[in-house]
């Protein structure tokens, strides 16, 4: 009896070392990615890692390009990057807007509820793109529940606009900010939205400890 206990102590403790070894390795290759896309001046290496380890997690996705929106940085910075996970390059590199219930610079207040001007942290699909009432637009689909997943009804979608514009930052400090869309400056928001289109995976991070708590796809 003894005996079975101590085998079986052996192989707890073997498959306890061995998947502790795949999690290491997997967190250097994901450091390794970071390290090639010469991020480390752009956005922390945590917010990369839930980015890609969410975006790991994804099915049913277009592969190779991730979109990560980095609310921790306040808006007079670039917060808003498409990456090109294959080639190891980031393909934009722009502002983006917040929701104007949200904060000034600094988004820290965050809603997945209709008319509350606030933006939603999480992980999305990219729809289809089409005219509407801020011009040229993609659908974002959200998929946490709770935390983004009314974006489609409230109507969150990734647009241009004015006040996304950097001229706006030299002007007040800061930029403009939206109804809760990540709005992008007019220049580049059509070569963007079409190049994200399609069932890609659009990330946004933001400071929020409930979030990372409760993120199916975010919590390490």
Not at 11 to 30: E, G, Q
Not at 48 to 71: M, N
């Amino acid at each position: 009896m003894v005996k079975k206990v101590l085998l079986l102590l052996f192989f707890i403790s073997n498959l306890v070392f061995a998947t502790n070894s795949v999690n290491i390795s997997r967190d250097k290759y994901i450091h390794d990615i970071y390290l090639q896309l010469k991020l480390e001046n752009k956005m922390e290496y945590d917010t990369f890692q839930k980015a890609y380890k969410g975006y790991e997690k994804i099915p049913d996705k277009r592969e190779g390009l991730l979109t990560i929106i980095d609310f921790t940085k306040p808006s007079n910075e670039k917060r808003f990057f498409v990456i090109d996970l294959n080639k190891k390059k980031i393909d934009y590199s722009t502002y983006v807007t917040h929701g104007k219930n949200s904060g000034l610079t600094v988004p820290l207040n965050f809603s997945n509820n209709r008319n509350s001007y606030m933006s939603s942290l999480g992980f999305y699909i990219t729809g289809d793109a089409y005219e509407g009432k801020y011009g040229y637009s993609l659908r974002l689909q959200g998929l946490e529940e709770g935390f983004n997943s009314n974006a489609y009804r409230r109507a969150i979608v990734v647009h241009g606009a004015d006040y996304a514009d950097p001229s706006f930052i030299e002007k007040y400090g800061f930029l403009g900010r939206s109804e809760g869309c990540p709005a992008i400056p007019t220049t580049i928001s059509k070569d963007v939205i079409d190049y994200i289109k399609g069932k890609t995976v659009l990330f946004i991070m933001g400071k929020d400890k409930h979030y990372i708590e409760k993120s199916r796809y975010a919590s390490l």
